[in-house]
Structures are given as structure tokens and as C-alpha cells.
């Protein structure tokens, strides 16, 4: 499986679109600004369709080194970023999931 890049969605928006891919790559950088932003500032970000994006505290836990059996420390607790997946990616993404089973097959 390939991994979709901005520079790609750039690209392919730009090409779909008739916008000069500047634009395009601008767009989608201050979208990303905000969306980082917000999240910083402890909000959520709920893009309909798509999912939710949220700040999550993790519990502070132990570590432990496999390489010394013996030594164990301290995880702190921090903040996390949370995706779930909208309806719509989720029905999306399930169907691959049997493509992928007849093509293991």
C-alpha cells in the first residue's frame, strides 16, 4: 500500500481543481495550522464525515527495558492526540478490509 503525501494531495487537488498548486499547498498548510492549533489549545476537531480529533491525558504507567530486565521506570502521564473515524471512513475502510482477505487468499 502507498502512502499519500501533501505534496501529492497538492498535486492531485491542483490538478482537480485548476488552482496553481502554491495555492493549493497554502490551503492546505493553514488547514493544518489550525487544526494543530486548536488541538494545542486542548479543543477538539470534528471534521464531519471524516472523524474527531481530541486531546487525551494517557495515565502515568511503568516502563520497563528489555534489554535490562531488572530496571523499571516511570512513564509520565501526557497529552495525546485521539483519531476516530467518521462514519463515512469507517464504512470506506471496511470494505477494504474484505478486499484485502480475498487478495491474501
Known amino acids: 500500500m502507498a502512502t499519500l503525501t501533501k505534496r501529492e494531495l497538492v498535486v492531485r487537488i491542483s490538478s482537480e481543481t485548476d488552482l496553481v498548486q502554491h495555492q493549493v499547498f497554502d490551503v492546505i498548510q493553514r488547514t493544518l495550522d489550525h487544526i ?58 471496511s470494505e477494504l478490509a474484505a478486499v484485502l482477505k480475498r487478495g491474501a487468499s
Open 36 to 93: 494543530t492549533a486548536a488541538l494545542a489549545r486542548g479543543d477538539s476537531v470534528e471534521l464531519r464525515n471524516f472523524g474527531i480529533l481530541e486531546v487525551r491525558l494517557t495515565k502515568p504507567r511503568v516502563g520497563r527495558n528489555p534489554n535490562q530486565p531488572g530496571s523499571s521506570f516511570v512513564i509520565p502521564e501526557r497529552a495525546t492526540v485521539k483519531f476516530k473515524a467518521g462514519k463515512v471512513m469507517r464504512q470506506k475502510v
